[in-house]
């Protein structure tokens, strides 16, 4: 897949599962306000997971896990403010929902920000530095293949093809967060986890491989 903006513009849910009929399906919100809402949501349903958009707090009651999406941190940030969700999912993530951020997620999810918009807020749930554009202008996106801790037996399966669009990296993680993947060219920090957070620079949403998915649907099982 051509690393492209095009769907990171698209915030067409309408096809969205709202399933979870099935015993034990675990149901998994992406924000909903902007990015690649319907990309996460078909890779949640074909990782076994029932995946609900959310706009709305009863939406977010009523899931178990939430994915941020790629896109834009600042426009999403702006839309969770006016939609009025800043302060219910700040209450959910410190409550220990298992989170997932893809990209923009990833910087939402960061302590510190290098690079960020003046007015910029995130939600700081994982000890860690994240450079935003850090890997350069939407021209210079890339794909690369990784080897992901955690996926597929720590490597030992194949490496996952990750796309990096307009891409932050992790410059600094706090001890209680753990390196799941390095960009190989860079060497720099691409995925990570915090107990139930997890975020990776790429978008694991754009391509078939729902190996990351599936990791997060186990996630909110253990939780
Ligand atoms: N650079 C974007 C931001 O700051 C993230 C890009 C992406 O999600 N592909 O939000």
């Known amino acids: 897949m051509p690393a492209s903006d095009a769907a990171l513009m698209s915030a067409d849910t309408a096809s969205a599962g709202t399933g979870g009929a099935e015993r034990g399906t675990r149901s998994v919100g992406v924000l909903a306000l902007q990015g690649d809402v319907a990309e996460h949501l078909r890779a949640v349903e074909s990782a076994g997971g ?38 219910p999912l700040r209450e959910r993530i410190a409550a220990g929902m298992p989170v997932f951020g893809s990209c923009a997620g990833m910087i939402m999810l960061a ?31 890339f794909e690369s293949d990784i080897e992901i801790g955690g996926v597929a037996g720590g490597g030992a399966g194949p490496p996952f093809r990750a ?4 891409a932050p990296w992790v410059e600094q ?24 957070a997890l ?25």
Not at 57 to 67: A, N
Not at 174 to 182: D, I, K, R, S
């Open 163 to 166: 796309v990096f669009i307009r």
């Open 199 to 223: 975020a990776t620079a790429f978008h694991p949403e754009l391509t078939e491989d729902n190996r990351l998915h599936t990791i997060f649907i186990d996630m909110l099982r253990d939780t």
């Open 50 to 87: 029932a995946g609900i958009p959310v706009r709305r707090l009863t939406e977010l009651d009523s899931v178990d896990g939430l994915i941020i999406p790629g896109g834009e941190s600042t426009a999403i940030w702006k839309l969770a403010t006016v939609f009025g969700l800043v302060g």
């Open 111 to 141: 302590a510190r920000l290098v690079g960020r918009a003046s007015d910029q807020e995130t939600f700081g749930t994982i000890d860690m530095t994240v450079r935003r554009n850090a890997f350069g202008r939407q021209s210079e996106s």
């Open 173 to 196: 993680i706090g001890p209680g967060v753990e390196a799941l993947a390095t960009e190989p060219r860079t060497g720099r920090i691409v995925a990570v986890r915090q107990g139930p």
